[in-house]
């Protein structure tokens, strides 16, 4: 008599094995659509910066961004140069405040930020940020980066 315990291991293998094929072409479908992913779910996040906060942002189907910053810094600063950059853009912001302690102010940027216009309504994108300051006191420079994420404003 023929062992026959072999071919049933070996249709059970074939057939879980169809099984998880089709679960991981399912989970790529899914992920080239978007469905995972994060910023969808995650909103309008800031992360990274110190001393100087970004407390608003918007990022218009134009490319243009307007960012709102804050000093937090506990003396009056100076703001000398900001720059955007998402993807393989980078822009830069058009005017330089001085701010007091706890003060608040809009900038607008300039140029392409966002890649090549128009941009779609509802996109989501990640901004790194760089902003150059002087506290205005010591006469020092400084620096603070941090990313920005969102969705493009429509």
């Not at 071919?7 to 094929?21: E, N």
């Amino acid at each position: 008599m023929i062992n026959r315990k072999g071919q049933a291991a070996l249709d059970f293998l074939m057939t879980y094995g169809w099984a998880i094929a089709l679960v991981v072409i399912i989970a790529a479908v899914l992920f080239a659509l978007g469905i995972f992913d994060v910023s969808n779910f995650t909103g309008n996040k800031a992360a990274g910066f110190s001393g100087v906060a970004v407390s608003g942002w918007n990022l218009g189907t134009n490319g243009s961004m307007m960012l709102a910053f804050s000093n937090q810094v506990g003396t009056q600063i100076s703001i000398t140069g900001v720059s955007v950059a998402i993807g393989n853009t980078t822009g830069t912001i058009a005017t330089f405040p001085t701010l007091s302690t706890g003060q608040t102010s809009n900038m607008v940027g300039t140029g392409a930020i966002g890649g090549t216009p128009p941009l779609t309504p509802g996109t989501s994108y990640t901004a790194k940020v760089y902003i150059n300051y002087t506290d205005t006191s010591a006469n020092f420079p400084y620096t603070t980066s941090g990313t920005l994420t969102g969705r493009v404003a429509g």
